[in-house]
T-cell receptor
Framework: GENVEQHPSTLSVQEGDSAVIKCTYSDSASNYFPWYKQELGKRPQLIIDIRSNVGEKKDQRIAVTLNKTAKHFSLHITETQPEDSAVYFCAASIGTGTASKLTFGTGTRLQVTL | DADVTQTPRNRITKTGKRIMLECSQTKGHDRMYWYRQDPGLGLRLIYYSFDVKDINKGEISDGYSVSRQAQAKFSLSLESAIPNQTALYFC??????????????FGPGTRLTVL
């Protein structure tokens, strides 16, 4: 089955700096890569996703890049703000029929300090 | 608002007890999932269902069972709870054919403690 590794497990940045979280996946057939944000005591929520036919996707201060050859994808947050503090999960899934069956990484706890 | 709800939100039980966690959704989604979250281990899939009566095992199904008797409801049971099943449990839904695409919508979670 698919295996997703995520690094780092914790990340502390100063407000205004950039943050990068990296994930690798094992199954070359994976074609959908979402990122979820989980604030303290809350449910995970999708913040951005990318499909394997796209190399990069941006949404305001967040962006995701995908390198299919190396089987890794990354989340980039620019101009970090205190409200960006949360746990971030990457995930990967395969195919159309099973597209909604996700394998998650172990999470990165991002702390944005003032 | 269409939503995903879970009951109970918190539960403390004893080893060997049978317990059921309930998930309901008003999103009209066909696909439903149960995950458990443990510190440092992320979200791991227990069971999933793509339609009523459709049940599929996830990566950590041992010790759990599920029931999908209606589109809106997906129940997770622990037949004989053990302490290492202490975790935060999330239900989620998705509708790949709808406007949400492959996005999974999570419930608020159930914190289960097995003593």
């Amino acid at each position: 089955g698919e295996n997703v590794e995520q690094h780092p497990s914790t990340l502390s940045v100063q407000e205004g700096d950039s943050a990068v979280i990296k994930c690798t996946y094992s199954d070359s057939a994976s074609n959908y890569f979402p990122w979820y944000k989980q604030e303290l005591g809350k449910r995970p929520q999708l913040i951005i996703d990318i499909r394997s036919n796209v190399g990069e996707k941006k949404d305001q201060r967040i962006a995701v890049t995908l390198n299919k050859t190396a089987k890794h994808f990354s989340l980039h947050i620019t101009e970090t703000q205190p409200e960006d503090s949360a746990v971030y999960f990457c995930a990967a899934s395969i195919g159309t029929g099973t597209a909604s069956k996700l394998t998650f990484g172990t999470g990165t706890r991002l702390q944005v300090t003032l | 608002d269409a939503d995903v709800t879970q009951t109970p939100r918190n539960r403390i039980t004893k080893t060997g007890k049978r317990i059921m966690l309930e998930c309901s959704q008003t999103k009209g989604h066909d696909r439903m999932y149960w995950y458990r979250q443990d510190p440092g281990l992320g979200l791991r899939l227990i069971y999933y269902s793509f339609d009523v009566k459709d049940i599929n095992k996830g990566e950590i199904s041992d010790g759990y069972s599920v029931s999908r008797q209606a589109q809106a409801k997906f129940s997770l049971s622990l037949e004989s709870a053990i302490p290492n099943q202490t975790a935060l449990y999330f239900c989620a839904t998705s509708d790949p054919s709808g406007s949400g695409g492959n996005e999974q919508f999570f419930g608020p979670g159930t914190r289960l403690t097995v003593l």
